[in-house]
């Protein structure tokens, strides 16, 4: 049977937090887990039209109640104890990149999709790792044990992958 006649399996991963994961990273922080030194919430922000706008945050911020797109000065009114980063994207592209690197251990064919997300063509080889769940099982625990937040579905296509992305988890 020709790859071509084989029904395309799409693994789709996706770092929502992938800004703030980066940072906890960098300075030895693992999304609360056992050990991880105490630190307040953590949103990124960049100038939207004109205004420091959040476009980033991590769990502990989004449990306050801030979300994306909210103004800085109001996420500061609630919650006057927050880390402020500022936005870097090169950083984060670097990162993403290092990542779909990484993942060309479980299949050479690895998309980038947007600035937080990856797509592995798994057609034909997701059986050398133990089938599509255990693939899907080994890539979420290795990146959550790397400090991410990372949700993961597998589709025939990128766009029923990214139809059936799931709610991001944490170790």
């Known amino acids: 049977m ?18 703030t994961d980066r940072y906890k990273r960098l300075h030895g922080q693992r999304n609360g887990g056992v050990g991880a030194p105490d630190c307040a919430p953590i949103v990124v922000v960049a100038r939207v039209s004109n205004a ?10 989004a449990r306050l109640g801030i979300s994306i797109t ?3 000065a109001t ?7 927050l880390l402020v980063l500022d936005a870097d994207e090169d950083a984060d592209r670097a990162t993403l990149n290092g990542i779909a690197d990484w993942c060309d251990r479980f299949t050479p064919l ?8 990856l797509f592995l063509d798994i057609t034909g080889c997701a059986h050398l790792f133990g089938g599509e769940a255990q693939l899907m099982r080994s890539l979420c625990g290795a990146l959550t044990r790397q400090g991410f937040i990372v949700s993961a579905s597998i589709a025939g ?15």
């Open 2 to 19: 020709s790859i071509n006649s084989m029904n395309r399996r799409i693994l789709g991963l996706w770092l929502p937090r992938l800004p």
């Open 75 to 81: 996420a500061r009114a609630m919650h006057p104890a």
């Open 110 to 117: 690895v998309a980038l999709d947007g600035a937080s997300g």
């Open 157 to 171: 296509t990128a766009v029923a992958a990214r139809a059936l992305k799931p709610a991001a988890h944490s170790a």
């Open 52 to 61: 420091l706008q959040v476009v980033a945050l991590d769990d502990a911020a």
């Open 70 to 72: 909210m103004p800085l």
